[in-house]
């Protein structure tokens, strides 16, 4: 199989990042809008979809298997690091729905969350939380605010 044809096959392959910028575009609420987000999108992978297999190709086969073996390496920790801060918010998440019907007048969370917004010293203003539908709730109707 030919490069060229490896090329049309691995835009049929589903992409994070593709998924994030149509996700984006069609937040935008106007229909010629998401369509120059995913153009403009779409122009902003060109030159790294053109400049790494040039690079790879000109590059002596000792070189292109460290190169791929540190790609593959980094990949394994980026996704590392991903399921990590994956775990953590939803251990959040727990810790919150743990938290809603126990009435208490400070939240306080002594875990580390990585990059999730601390929670410590929170207070809420007389509030029952009992009878409360958490899953539709944003920060502005929970009533909370930093000391």
Same mark, same amino acid.
């Not at 999730?116 to 605010?145: F, S, T, V």
């Given at each position: #199989?030919?490069?060229?044809?490896?090329g049309?096959?691995n /835009?049929l392959?589903p992409?994070?990042?593709?998924?994030a910028? @149509?996700?984006l575009?069609l937040t935008?609420?106007?229909?010629a @809008?998401?369509a120059a987000?995913m153009?403009?999108? +779409?122009? /902003? =992978?060109?030159?790294? #979809? =053109?400049l790494?297999?040039?690079v790879? $190709?000109?590059?002596s086969?000792?070189?292109? +298997?460290?190169v791929?073996?540190?790609?593959?390496l980094? @990949?394994?920790?980026? /996704?590392?690091? =991903?399921?990590?801060? +994956?775990?953590?918010?939803?251990h959040?998440m727990?810790h919150?729905q &743990?938290?809603?019907? !126990?009435?208490?007048?400070? !939240?306080? !969370?002594d875990h *580390?969350?990585?990059?999730?917004?601390?929670? &410590?010293d929170? $207070?809420?203003r007389?509030?029952?939380?009992?009878?409360?539908?958490?899953?539709?709730?944003?920060?502005? *109707? !929970?009533?909370?605010?930093n000391?």
């Amino acid at each position: #199989m030919s490069w060229f044809m490896v090329g049309l096959f691995n /835009g049929l392959l589903p992409c994070g990042l593709v998924y994030a910028g @149509l996700a984006l575009s069609l937040t935008s609420g106007n229909i010629a @809008l998401s369509a120059a987000m995913m153009f403009a999108f +779409g122009l /902003g =992978t060109i030159p790294a #979809m =053109t400049l790494v297999p040039v690079v790879l $190709k000109s590059a002596s086969p000792k070189a292109r +298997g460290w190169v791929l073996k540190a790609a593959a390496l980094l @990949l394994i920790i980026m /996704g590392a690091f =991903t399921m990590i801060r +994956g775990s953590a918010m939803m251990h959040g998440m727990m810790h919150m729905q &743990h938290m809603e019907g !126990m009435g208490q007048e400070h !939240m306080m !969370m002594d875990h *580390d969350m990585g990059n999730m917004p601390q929670m &410590h010293d929170m $207070k809420m203003r007389d509030m029952d939380m009992n009878g409360m539908d958490m899953k539709n709730m944003d920060m502005q *109707d !929970m009533n909370m605010e930093n000391p």
